[in-house]
């Protein structure tokens, strides 16, 4: 006989149907043997005279059921099937089918009216609780059906988990696996639940795809083969901290899975052990039994009732013919054949998920997170809650520094030497912690910092006081909103460090944007003019020079030579050979730059080289640049350069602005047998390159001969787009030179002769004397400019 629980109250096949003996018999049915008293006290908490009323409840039952109800002076018990029961066996086999099939509605639907308070309790708290795993069921069987390409049957079992009849609402988790597989199958009832629901308003639209994977295991494969391998009568221990796949990882192995329970004893065995009551040697014998021939998977070892733990510790001294697998974020009590540690995945198990081990830092939940396509940030905010604030703290101060600084960070967050060892300690042992001390996830960590921006910038401000030189300034710089009077010095300090840094690695265009974060006032304008020059941005550097007191006479002669001053120029640049060596060298830069747009190469290659020479005891990339221009002379020289070039071109890797104009050379000094179309991937990458680095003028340049030999090859179109956005970049530049000869590119182009005339006097003007001479010639110019002899004639 079958007692039915779920959406009604009835017993199968018989007519007995009064209700507050059947509410007894379901109490005993599934809580087991009760005292006389307890059971009157639950019942009619309100009667007179409460154990009569058991007694007369009792007696009806026994004429029902005399084989199911028992009771002596003392006790009561109950020996029947329910369907509620039923429904927890079938979800421990792992058969959901049946399971989700058998549960037709709420446990005790209806019959809440009229019970006592803590009866009430008891009935509400197992009608969630069937009502939540059955709907956890629902979501693993549509999450199996988007694995077979199922989305509608995948949609149909989401919508109904959530509007299951006697489940609580759904838990956030839950909540971000029913958008997913809503959003998959194309069910209205998705846009229901961003519109309603608070966990779900920042989701992104989820596509099918990641949700194949949701369920995947990725990079266990090892441990999951370790695990199936174990023999009968052996134990194995998966140990790993929160988050790091451990439940995963024991479903995958297709045992019998049962979670960790608590509250009633015995909770976490009784799909083994039954609900009924009995001494322990006898519990002992009947586990004995369950366990035989079987694959056990016990997940959440420390969470578990204390008598199951202490069941399961009698019986493995027993040596049970079973596999037995336990999951814990403690080590095992006792010794276990097979131990298995879990930890972040390695970036080779994720080398089939573009950019995943990046965002995840191979933390398993994150991973889970994103093939779910849920936002990592929540994710990692959930692995986090459960730290304290001190290692939450110290791990979100590693993610700011671009390098591990455990001394830094030790200062900043004033820890002493147990309270920093300790933090140390719980984040390797939560992975967040590589051995190395970098921070895992620390792109979305920085997404989740950027998101609580009074913390970031409080904390980012108190790294940055603890820190010299250009490693302060990017924390400097995202604390700006919260600096005091007292820190602008420092900032300053930090910026003309890190500023410096910058032009030495060849990046311009890094140190131009932070001469607007930080103002450096007049103390430092000669370094804003330098870094404005190496970026090529001419005029906003000759504003800058104009209203420095005493400006560097070498300054002067490079913005006079750009701005088209050349006779300014070369009299800045002969007073500056009597100032300091770094004077010196950028003064025969200009010289050479004068003597070469004048035709007199020879005298170019030798300005050149003595410039180089100077450069190369104090700046690595004005000594690069100043070897690149003296190829390019020697070229027009006529002498081979394919020797020095090979040379320098390993050496300007690191520096981007070199790496530029070692493209510009390679391409305008090519042999004359290479065909035109062998320059334009070149010449494309130096464009590429120049704007990365932030060199405009370079990028200017790279564009102008692009666009010029797309005319010499007869693509007129796009000649002409290339060189409008060369155009563009030159007035940002304001180099006088280049916005000349792109005048003049652009009237051969359109056939323009009074404004190639205008062009020739605008060069010829500024001292470029055989630019201004081939302009009178007919259109045969593969490449524009005076700089480059080897591509000048199209025959």
């Not at 308003?201 to 994977?213: D, G, I, K, Q």
């Not at 005339?757 to 010829?764: C, H, S, T, Y």
Request: charged share 25%; glycine share 8%; net charge neutral.
């Amino acid at each position: 006989m079958l007692l039915h629980t779920l959406a009604d109250l009835r017993l199968e096949g018989s007519p007995f149907c009064r209700t507050k003996p059947l509410l007894l018999l379901t109490y005993l049915a599934l809580e087991g043997s009760k005292s006389r008293r307890y059971l009157a006290q639950l019942f009619w908490p309100e009667a007179q005279n409460a154990m009569n009323s058991l007694s007369v409840a009792l007696t009806k039952l026994r004429r029902a059921l005399p084989e199911a109800i028992f009771a002596d002076e003392v006790r009561v018990w109950a020996h029947l099937a329910t369907d509620f029961g039923e429904v927890i066996r079938l979800l421990g086999e792992g058969r959901l089918e049946q399971a989700v099939a058998l549960y037709r509605g709420p446990f005790l639907e209806g019959f809440e009216a009229g019970l006592g308070v803590e009866l009430e309790e008891w009935l509400y708290g197992k009608r969630e609780w069937l009502g939540g795993l059955v709907r956890e069921a629902l979501l693993d069987l549509a999450e199996r059906e988007v694995a077979l390409g199922r989305l509608g049957a995948a949609a149909e079992r989401a919508e109904r988990a959530y509007r299951l009849p006697g489940a609580a609402e759904p838990e956030p988790e839950q909540l971000r696996r029913l958008h997913a597989l809503l959003t998959a199958g194309g069910s209205l009832l998705a846009a229901e639940l961003r519109r309603y629901e608070p966990a779900c308003t920042a989701l992104p639209v989820c596509t099918p795809e990641p949700l194949r994977f949701a369920r995947a295991l990725l990079g266990r494969e090892e441990e999951r083969a370790r695990l199936l391998s174990l023999e009968p009568g052996e134990w194995a221990w998966v140990h790993g901290a929160e988050g790091h796949g451990k439940s995963a990882l024991l479903r995958a192995l297709g045992g019998r899975y049962l979670p960790a329970r608590h509250g009633l004893p015995y909770a976490t065995l009784e799909p083994l052990l039954g609900n009924e009551a009995a001494p322990e040697p006898l519990l002992l014998r009947r586990l004995m039994d369950a366990m035989h021939g079987q694959l056990l998977l016990f997940d959440g070892w420390g969470r578990m009732d204390p008598e199951s733990r202490a069941l399961l510790t009698r019986v493995r001294a027993l040596h049970p013919q079973a596999r037995v697998v336990i999951a814990s974020r403690s080590r095992p009590p006792w010794p276990v054949e097979l131990m298995v540690e879990t930890g972040p995945l390695a970036p080779a198990a994720l080398a089939g998920h573009p950019g995943m081990w990046e965002r995840s830092g191979g933390l398993p939940s994150l991973v889970a997170a994103a093939l779910r396509g849920d936002p990592l940030p929540p994710a990692l905010e959930l692995r986090l809650a459960a730290l304290d604030e001190c290692a939450q703290s110290l791990y979100f101060a590693l993610v700011l520094l671009e390098s591990p600084d455990l001394p830094c960070a030790r200062r900043a967050l004033g820890l002493g030497a147990t309270e920093l060892a300790e933090a140390l300690d719980r984040l390797v042992h939560a992975g967040l912690l590589e051995s190395s001390m970098l921070p895992r996830a620390r792109r979305t960590a920085l997404e989740l910092l950027q998101a609580r921006p009074a913390r970031h910038a409080a904390l980012a401000l108190r790294l940055a006081r603890c820190l010299e030189g250009s490693r302060a300034y990017p924390l400097y710089r995202q604390a700006r909103s919260l600096w005091e009077d007292t820190d602008l010095p420092a900032a300053r300090a930090a910026a003309t460090a890190w500023i410096t840094e910058r032009l030495r690695l060849g990046r311009p265009g890094e140190a131009v944007a932070a001469l607007a974060e930080v103002d450096l006032r007049e103390a430092l304008g000669p370094l804003a003019v330098t870094a404005l020059l190496a970026a090529g941005r001419y005029v906003e550097a000759g504003q800058r020079c104009s209203q420095l007191r005493c400006p560097s006479r070498a300054l002067r002669a490079e913005l006079s030579w750009r701005l088209g001053n050349a006779a300014d120029a070369r009299a800045q640049a002969t007073a500056a050979l009597a100032g300091s060596p770094d004077e010196r060298a950028a003064a025969l830069d200009v010289l050479a730059g004068m003597a070469l747009a004048a035709g007199d190469s020879r005298r170019a290659a030798v300005l050149r080289g003595r410039a180089a020479a100077l450069w190369a005891v104090s700046d690595p990339v004005r000594h690069l640049e100043s070897l690149l221009e003296l190829a390019r002379a020697r070229a027009h020289s006529g002498e081979d350069i394919g020797p020095l070039l090979r040379d320098l071109h390993p050496r300007t890797q690191e520096f981007p602005v070199t790496r530029a104009l070692a493209l510009l050379v390679q391409a305008e000094t090519g042999p004359r047998c290479v065909r035109p179309e062998d320059a334009e991937p070149v010449l494309q990458a130096a464009a590429e390159t120049a704007a990365q680095a932030g060199a405009v003028q370079l990028e200017a340049h790279a564009l102008h001969h692009l666009g010029a030999l797309m005319a010499a090859l007869g693509r007129t179109a796009q000649a002409r787009v290339l060189l409008g956005r060369a155009l563009e970049r030159a007035r940002v530049c304001g180099e006088t030179y280049r916005l000349a000869a792109l005048t003049a590119a652009l009237a051969h182009l359109e056939g323009d002769p009074d404004a190639l005339a205008e062009a020739g006097r605008m060069l010829e003007g500024i001292g470029y004397l055989q630019a201004a001479r081939r302009l009178a010639l007919p259109l045969a110019w593969r490449m524009p400019g005076p700089e480059q002899s080897a591509w000048v004639r199209t025959d």
